[in-house]
């Protein structure tokens, strides 16, 4: 039952209305988009020609691709706590954490100073999830006493804690600086030997060559889906119209009946599980993991993905996910290119010649060879400058982050020629 | 006529031969990462993260090295091209950095530096199936295990080592200067592999020599947190010398607000717990009197070595804007294993990946004096480096903001070095000081 046709807004029932994609234009565009994303590692034709993702196939982008994918999920967390129920937290990465030291203690090998299970990924990946909704419902009692920047400060605490005990019990966390192994993205029915199906090795399926990454691509998509599709549906539910109520006023919605304990605790455990397992996959997926890196920096990382992308909205988090991760790379690149064009003889080379500084002592704003911090800015400083900067530029022009600036787009397409 | 004739034919004959034999340098084979005119390079490396004033340091160094090699003619006849990527210290990245580097079409040939000890860990076992070599910017002990890094090829020597080297150095330094035969030690150190594997040297040479441990902050110093627990613990312990395996922050922290309290033992430390800097700072004077440097390699100042003197005129000519450190040594010597083992290959004839880790496995290194010279090749008891030098803090010739054109110093005079302790030597390497397990 959809909308009725060439009358977008015009819903016939609850069920046309609460439909996730209702209209036909946006069944089709979802149509292409899957498609598309199917088919995006594959050397194709026609997916090579369109401009942004034709050269995320090659191996290094494929990885970088991978990693936003795993990003993704604890961001999808975040914005069910944060963006749908209103709770600010900045303790996001101490429940990532949690997930992958869960993991790592179901599913590692057991050696003489690290301690590990051995068991398969049907069951350290879940339990996770599990283990941190279950810390997760330990912290919310902190939600209902405080609320807002108190509450944002609370969580902070929890991050700490985190490394703490990671330096208490290096038998589960490695040592210090070095971390340890995570088990490996591979599919067993119990602890054989030969896993049926290895992630982090190149195989073939069916009659394709498929290289590791593509492996995982497609296992990682799986599970973003599945992640995505239960965090719109919960957005539409009773528990998401419960969390709607809180976040606009929790002693209001306390007084119109809604359970704010209830409430509160089922956001924080949800989230938190969606954080376990993107900790675990995170941690996997790096082979080696360091314990410093479940830090406040990554926390903050989460809450400027979702500022850029747009709260509340799955596909804020997913386009504040691919721009945060995906633009220090191009910013990198786009560097390199110019260094290129700059040493070379197109048209516009003596622009980027005097942009650009190739040796020590050539002028330019911006350096391809020399590292050293300072003037001329090096590749790596000109990526934390644009971060920042993109995050001031969001917050003051467009709080509601790319999914608020396509709305104005969508808007002005709709009434054009009469958009005003 | 015929005579000439067989004569013209013979000349002819040889001079083709001699233009085939004169472009041998062209038949070297290669692969990945090598092309007709180019050898690429790469480094992955801490351009933004938490170690990104050190390694930027290192990196310039390398690229002012490999600016020389190219100007010198290359390697084989072709250029040297250095990649750098930037792993912010984060594992995730570097990976991500690894994928550019081992690509079989755009990649390197072999990877000069790759910084951060859980980095090289997670890239160990990709580097034995691309079948690339690595040199870490890290000195724990396990690297020249052959389990822990196949291709992973270590300079110069670990923290483990230069801990036994340091704490006997520290005995006899008290005997001959201070008078004291008898004094007693206290060790403090990071949590982790650093730390903890030169507190585990510090333990093996107070064992061998019979000096008493007072107290035993091992993994007891956490980077950032508030040191004055730690202070306090040591001031009541009172030993007369001190083992540090922590970083410059810590350290000068540390000393100082043990020095507040009236505590003044002698000083010293790993490599990475003393930065030339601190002399730049109030607690100079107390490094002057009460700190000695240990290092793997020669500082800025010292005379009489011909890879320093080369070093320094090269940059003086090409980079004499840039800041006198003691990092850029790393960094030179770093690239010239590289080169060496580049041109062993070369002369065997085989630049292919494949190719270079044969020569690292064959190459002796000769650093000109920079550093004890090196090889890998064989059973790493034989060739893991035991050497390590001691300084003294001069604060004299310490020149703050110094750059290579006004040619200051760092402000560390030679004591003893390269030196290796009689337990060093004794010590069977089989595998890293502190083990972990996995």
Redesign the interface.
Same mark, same amino acid.
């Given at each position: 039952m959809r909308s009725v046709r060439g009358r977008p807004s015009l819903y016939t029932s609850y069920e046309a209305e609460t439909r996730l994609f209702p209209t036909r234009v946006q069944q089709v565009a979802l149509g292409v988009f899957v498609l598309v994303i199917l088919l995006m590692p594959f050397d194709l034709p026609v997916i090579d020609q369109l401009p942004v993702i034709r050269f995320l196939d090659e191996n290094y982008w494929l990885k970088v691709v991978n990693k936003a994918l795993i990003f993704v999920i604890a961001a999808l967390g975040l914005n069910l706590l944060s963006g749908l129920a209103g709770q600010i937290s900045l303790g996001h990465a101490f429940f990532m954490g949690v997930g992958a030291y869960t993991a790592v203690l179901l599913g590692g090998p057991d050696s003489g100073r690290l301690w590990g299970y051995g068991l398969p990924i049907w069951i350290w990946l879940p339990a996770a999830g599990i283990a941190a909704a279950l810390v997760g419902v330990l912290v919310a009692p902190a939600a209902v006493r405080v609320r807002g920047l108190y509450l944002g400060i609370a969580t902070i605490g929890l991050v700490f804690i985190g490394l703490h005990l990671s330096r208490v019990f290096p038998e589960v966390a490695g040592p210090g600086a070095l971390g340890r192994k995570w088990p490996r993205l591979e599919f067993r029915i119990w602890k054989e030997e030969e896993p049926f199906l290895d992630l982090t090795r190149k195989g073939k399926w069916l009659w394709f060559e498929v290289t590791q990454h593509q492996k995982t691509y497609f296992f990682l998509l799986v599970l973003v889906a599945l992640f995505a599709v239960v965090s719109a549906n919960l957005a539409r539910s009773r528990t998401g119209r419960s969390w709607a109520a809180i976040r606009d006023r929790d002693i209001a919605a306390e007084i119109m009946g809604v359970p704010e304990f209830r409430a509160k605790t089922t956001a924080f455990a949800i989230s938190s599980f969606y954080a376990g397992v993107a900790g675990a996959l995170l941690a996997s997926f790096s082979i080696q993991f360091n314990p410093e890196a479940w830090d406040l920096l990554l926390s903050v990382e989460f809450l400027a993905i979702l500022l850029i992308g747009g709260m509340g909205r799955v596909s804020g988090a997913l386009a504040g996910t691919f721009f945060v991760i995906l633009t220090p790379h191009f910013v990198e690149r786009f560097a390199h290119w110019m260094g290129d064009q700059a040493e070379g003889e197109g048209l516009m080379s003596g622009f980027w010649d005097g942009f650009v500084s190739i040796g020590s002592g050539d002028f330019g704003f911006v350096s391809v060879s020399q590292t050293a911090l300072g003037f001329p800015l090096p590749v790596a400083a000109l990526d934390e400058i644009i971060y920042g900067a993109l995050i001031i530029a969001f917050l003051l022009f467009e709080p509601q982050g790319l999914y608020g600036m396509w709305v104005k787009v969508r808007n002005y397409w709709k009434g054009w020629p009469f958009s005003y | 006529m015929k005579n000439l004739f067989r004569v013209l034919a013979v000349g002819l004959a040889l001079s083709v031969v001699a233009v085939a034999c004169g472009s041998d340098e062209a038949k070297v084979e290669y692969g990945a990462g090598v092309t007709e005119d180019t050898v690429r390079v790469g480094a992955i %490396?801490d &351009?933004?993260g938490a170690f %990104? #004033?050190l390694v =930027?340091?290192i +990196? !310039?160094a390398q690229?002012s090295y490999w600016d020389k090699v190219n100007a010198d003619g290359g390697i084989a006849g072709r250029q040297v091209d250095f990649v =750098?990527e /930037?792993n $912010?210290y !984060? =594992?995730?990245t570097h &990976? @991500?950095?690894y @994928? &550019?580097m081992r /690509?079989p079409d755009n990649g390197v040939v072999l990877l000069s530096q790759s910084t951060g000890? #859980?980095?090289t860990? %997670?890239i160990a @076992?990709m580097l034995v199936e691309d079948g690339l070599a690595a040199i870490p910017l890290s000195w724990?002990s396990a690297w020249p295990d052959p389990d822990f890094g196949e291709n992973v090829f270590e300079s110069y020597s670990n923290y483990c080592y230069e801990s036994i080297n340091g704490v006997e150095f520290l005995r006899d330094y008290m005997a001959s200067e201070m008078g004291n035969d008898s004094p007693t030690l206290a060790i403090l150190s990071? #949590? $982790? @592999?650093? $730390?903890?594997d030169g507190a585990a040297g510090a333990k093996i040479a107070a064992e061998a020599l019979g000096i008493e441990i007072v107290h035993d902050g091992e %993994?007891t110093v +956490?980077p950032g947190a508030d040191q004055t627990p730690i202070i306090s613990a040591l001031v009541e312990a009172d030993a007369d010398m001190v083992w540090t395996t922590i970083n410059p922050s810590g350290l000068a922290g540390i000393m100082g607000g043990a020095a507040a309290e009236g505590y003044v033992p002698l000083w010293s430390g790993n490599v990475p717990s003393f930065s030339y800097l601190l002399l730049g700072t109030a607690l100079g004077p107390l490094f002057d009197t009460n700190y000695i440097v240990n290092s793997y390699i020669v500082t800025w100042n010292t005379d009489g070595v011909e890879g320093l003197d080369e070093m320094k005129a090269w940059m003086g000519e *090409? *980079?004499p !804007? &840039?800041p006198v450190s003691d990092a850029y040594i790393i960094g030179w010597t770093e690239a010239m294993a590289a080169h060496q083992a580049l041109e062993q290959a070369a002369a065997n004839g085989d630049l292919t990946r494949a190719g270079v880790i044969a020569a690292f496995n064959e190459v002796t290194v000769d650093y000109k004096g920079l550093a004890p010279n090196q090889s890998w090749g064989g059973d790493a008891n034989d060739t893991v480096v035991r050497e390590t030098y001691s300084y003294d803090v001069v604060l004299a010739d310490y020149d703050d903001g110094a750059t290579i054109a006004d040619g200051g110093g760092t402000g560390t005079a030679l004591l003893r070095g390269p030196w290796v302790s009689d337990i060093t030597k004794a010590q069977t390497y089989d595998g890293a000081c502190?083990?972990?397990?996995?």
């Open positions: - | %490396a &351009l933004s %990104a #004033p =930027v340091q +990196i !310039d690229q =750098v /930037d $912010g !984060d =594992v995730t &990976l @991500e950095k @994928e &550019l /690509d000890s #859980p980095h860990a %997670a @076992e724990y990071f #949590p $982790g @592999e650093y $730390g903890q %993994a +956490i *090409n *980079n !804007d &840039l502190f083990k972990t397990g996995g």
